[in-house]
């Protein structure tokens, strides 16, 4: 009886042991999740703020008003420099317009072919593979601009620069497109069959569901899918980089060469100019305008994607 007595004891103990374990692991799991997520935001406030503090020692030595509205950017001149920001933005904008134009239908008519006609088998199949465009690192879809698509454009486009925008912004658009598709797909994907089965009980055809039932119903998602591939499309740096050029120039002809804002930060970070100089500092105020634009773009998809949600 005292055995059992003693064992019942040791059991009690033992349970009591293993409560305050666990009371102990759930105070100190929310304090370490607590210390992960300040570390995040910390390491976010410290980008910002390295980036206005350096902005503003650049404007303390250039005007802030040519840096707006100046047409020439020429930092490297030692007499008569320009800090003109905006032969860069258009650069980066016309790269962007042009990848757009590539992702939006292929990624879109990928992610309804998905989420509308593909059998399941299919699309266990096809969307992987088509998600490993995501994995293919930037700087080899760079040399694949330079070194395949440029050539096969200048067959067809003889007097195209060897670097120029139009080739890096196909490969821009090829990029992107898994971003698209599998968001748009998402998005489509979590209409409700009843929906479907509603407007087909109508006589509505198969197509006709597609494009005036689903695509309606899962608009929110498909244009932030949009947003966050233009937003991935301005900030992407390498492609541009090899296959772009360094010629900073307000144009829009995409046969020619330009540079964008990502370009010339790493023109500029691989030494070509000293520390402390006012084109060193001239990437702190080029990375602070292409922050906002990608701030303003992720906002953009944020509020899309909040006033234009549909809830089933």
Do not use: C, H
């Amino acid at each position: 009886m005292a055995a059992i007595n003693k064992t019942v004891r040791e059991m009690i103990k033992e349970k009591k042991s293993k409560n305050s374990t666990n009371q102990i692991m759930e105070k100190m799991v929310p304090s370490l999740l607590f210390v992960l997520a300040l570390i995040s935001i910390l390491t976010t406030v410290g980008i910002v703020l390295t980036l206005i503090f350096e902005t503003v020692t650049f404007f303390s030595r250039v005007s802030i008003i040519e840096f707006i509205t100046s047409k020439e950017w020429y930092p490297f001149f030692e007499e008569n420099a320009s800090y003109g920001i905006m032969a860069l933005i258009s650069g980066t904008l016309l790269i962007t317009v042009i990848a757009i134009i590539v992702a939006v239908p292929i990624g879109l008519a990928s992610a309804i072919f998905l989420s509308e006609y593909a059998s399941d088998r299919t699309r266990r199949i096809i969307k992987p593979i088509l998600e490993v465009l995501a994995g293919i690192p930037t700087i080899v879809y760079g040399f694949f601009a330079l070194t395949f698509v440029t050539p096969l454009l200048q067959k067809l486009i003889p007097d195209m620069s060897i670097f120029n925008a139009l080739s890096p912004g196909i490969v821009v658009g090829i990029m992107i497109i898994p971003m698209i598709a599998s968001l748009s797909e998402d998005a489509m994907s979590s209409v409700p069959n009843s929906m479907r089965e509603g407007a087909l009980a109508l006589g509505a055809t198969k197509f006709e569901v597609t494009l005036k039932v689903i695509v309606p119903a899962a608009m929110s998602g498909i244009v932030a899918s949009f947003v966050l591939g233009i937003s991935r499309a301005i900030g992407e740096t390498m492609i541009v980089t090899l296959a772009g050029g360094a010629t900073p120039k307000l144009t829009f002809d995409p046969t020619e060469s330009i540079q964008t804002m990502t370009a010339y930060i790493v023109q500029v970070s691989s030494g070509d100019a000293g520390y402390g100089t006012t084109v060193y500092y001239s990437i702190y105020a080029v990375g602070m305008t292409l922050f906002l634009f990608t701030l303003i773009m992720n906002l953009l998809a944020q509020y899309i994607s909040r006033r234009y949600r549909e809830e089933y």
